[in-house]
Structures are given as C-alpha cells and as structure tokens.
C-alpha cells in the first residue's frame, strides 16, 4: 500500500524559513513524480514544485523559483521542500503527491498526504 507521510510545517515570520518532508512507502521514486501542491484559503490548489524520474528534473511555479528547493533522497524514499525567504502568500496547506512520471496536473496524481500547515505571519 502506497503511503505518503509529510512534516515540517509551521508557523514562521515572514523571511523564515521551513523545510518540508515527504517519506513514501511501498514505491521507487526514480518511476514517479513527486509534487509538492499548496492550497490558500479560498483558492484553487496549485502545483508548486514536483521532482520527475529517474533523471530528477524539477519544476517550480513562478512565485517561488529561487527560493524554494526540491531535493530527493532515494535512501530514504523521501522527497524534501527547502522554503526560504518565506512570504505571506506562502502560507497554506501543503500536500505531497506522487504521481506518474511525467504529471503536472492534479489529477495525475494518484496518491496524497495528509497535509502540513505552513503560516506565514508577523
């Protein structure tokens, strides 16, 4: 049974930093993609970093390129998301998915954790 396990959220100033993690089990990362999705209070949920295959091309959205860092760790079967220089629009709860290689909308994504809370306040 696939299962996706994340932590690290929390509440932060804004210019902190968090990191999140994401353990998955029963799968081998290099065949999937493996995203981070963050939903805000009353808006869509949006993809904001993913980590693709064997050959571990990223992805972020616009609004974070340069602050934000997927890595892997095949070892441990977990995906991370180092979050930096962390803004107000930041916050949310945020998701990690996995999904076939390749998957950039959310219902390619096939399996989900349970969500951390990220706020981001002065």
């Known amino acids: 049974q696939v299962q996706l396990v994340e932590s690290g959220g929390g509440s932060v100033q804004p210019g902190g930093s968090l990191r999140l993690s994401c353990t998955v089990s029963?799968?081998?990362?290099?065949?999937?993609?493996v995203a981070w999705f963050r939903q805000a209070p009353g808006k869509e949920r949006e993809r904001v970093s993913s980590?693709?295959?064997?050959?571990?091309?990223?992805y972020y959205v616009d609004s974070v390129k340069g602050r934000f860092t997927i890595s892997r760790d095949n070892a441990k079967n977990t995906v991370y998301l180092q979050m930096n220089s962390l803004k107000a629009e930041d916050a949310g709860v945020y998701y990690c998915?996995?999904?076939?290689?390749?998957?950039?909308?959310?219902?390619?994504?096939?399996?989900w954790g349970q969500g951390t809370q990220v706020a981001v306040s002065s």
């Open positions: 980590i693709n295959g064997r050959l571990g091309s990223t």
């Open positions: 029963n799968v081998t990362l290099d065949y999937y993609t």
């Open positions: 998915a996995l999904g076939v290689a390749g998957a950039t909308v959310a219902v390619d994504f096939h399996y």
